[in-house]
């Protein structure tokens, strides 16, 4: 799926066919997010964009971008649901030149923050991430250093680590091990909440490593994979 702006697909009817019977259905899948919108809570729990087919009586979720955006705190988050992820790096550039179309001769501050994810679980973490106003460079830095611990060694071919929005407990931070094949869980990595403050701390304070985790993590897509998969 190429990059495009998804407010300009936002409401767009369409005649999908059902991928298991074929049957055609006219459809107006969401493609915008606010905070506080009803259908967050629909993306949360899997129902977003799902179809249940009469005729078969299955269900499929179409797969249409999506944007979240919070016009407020200025942040844009998009999702692009892809087979193959080392796309990235083209998707990243498409998203570079329409921001730039977008944005041109605006201000520094006026341009939002924007995230790049290809994965619905990816998006969903994002959004957690920015409500609870935790830093997700910070939170990919964490798995970074998991991924390369010596003890308890967790393969990133294998897994992938998502942070654990379902968590109430604000001492705490969790990380959840999901294998990537099949999406199961495989396990928790559990933080006290310190640890991430004092990274946050570090990383905001001193100018060197400042720019270290703009080094890390350069432009829209803000993932551990960016850096294991280099
Ligand atoms: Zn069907």
Same mark, same amino acid.
């Given at each position: 799926? $190429?990059?495009?702006?998804?407010?300009?697909?936002?409401?767009?009817?369409?005649?999908?066919?059902?991928?298991?019977?074929?049957?055609?259905?006219?459809?107006?899948?969401?493609?915008?997010?606010?905070?506080?919108?009803? =259908?967050?809570?629909?993306?949360?729990?899997?129902?977003?964009?799902?179809?249940?087919?009469?005729?078969?009586?299955?269900?499929?979720?179409?797969?249409?971008?999506?944007?979240?955006?919070?016009?407020?705190?200025?942040?844009?988050?998009?999702?692009? /649901?892809?087979?193959?992820? +080392?796309?990235?790096?083209?998707?990243?550039?498409?998203?570079? &030149?329409?921001?730039?179309?977008?944005?041109?001769?605006?201000?520094?501050?006026? /341009?939002?923050?924007?995230? %790049?994810?290809?994965?619905?679980?990816?998006?969903? =973490?994002?959004?957690?991430?920015? +409500?609870?106003?935790? $830093?997700?460079?910070?939170?990919?830095?964490?798995?970074?250093?998991?991924?390369?611990?010596?003890?308890?060694?967790?393969?990133? *071919?294998?897994?992938?680590? %998502?942070?654990?929005? +379902?968590? $109430?407990?604000?001492?705490?931070?969790?990380?959840?091990?999901?294998?990537?094949?099949?999406?199961?869980?495989?396990?928790?990595?559990?933080?006290?909440? *310190?640890?991430?403050?004092?990274?946050?701390?570090?990383?905001?304070? &001193? &100018? $060197?490593?400042?720019?270290?985790? *703009?080094?890390?993590?350069? +432009?829209?897509?803000?993932?551990?994979?960016?850096?294991?998969?280099?």
């Amino acid at each position: 799926m $190429d990059f495009k702006d998804p407010e300009v697909a936002a409401g767009a009817t369409r005649n999908i066919p059902c991928p298991h019977c074929g049957r055609v259905h006219c459809v107006t899948p969401v493609a915008v997010l606010r905070p506080g919108d009803p =259908e967050l809570k629909e993306l949360f729990c899997g129902r977003l964009n799902v179809i249940h087919c009469p005729d078969c009586d299955r269900r499929f979720t179409l797969n249409v971008p999506l944007l979240y955006r919070d016009d407020p705190r200025r942040m844009l988050i998009y999702c692009l /649901v892809m087979d193959d992820p +080392s796309r990235w790096r083209e998707t990243e550039a498409q998203m570079r &030149e329409l921001i730039l179309r977008l944005f041109e001769g605006a201000a520094p501050e006026e /341009v939002p923050q924007l995230r %790049l994810t290809l994965s619905r679980r990816g998006f969903i =973490e994002k959004i957690a991430l920015h +409500s609870k106003e935790l $830093d997700d460079r910070i939170i990919e830095f964490l798995k970074f250093q998991l991924f390369r611990r010596k003890e308890g060694q967790i393969d990133p *071919e294998e897994f992938e680590l %998502l942070y654990d929005f +379902s968590s $109430d407990d604000a001492e705490k931070l969790v990380l959840l091990l999901f294998e990537r094949r099949t999406g199961k869980p495989g396990g928790a990595v559990h933080y006290p909440i *310190e640890v991430y403050r004092e990274l946050a701390e570090l990383f905001n304070g &001193e &100018e $060197d490593w400042r720019k270290e985790l *703009e080094l890390l993590f350069p +432009s829209y897509y803000v993932n551990v994979d960016r850096l294991l998969f280099e």
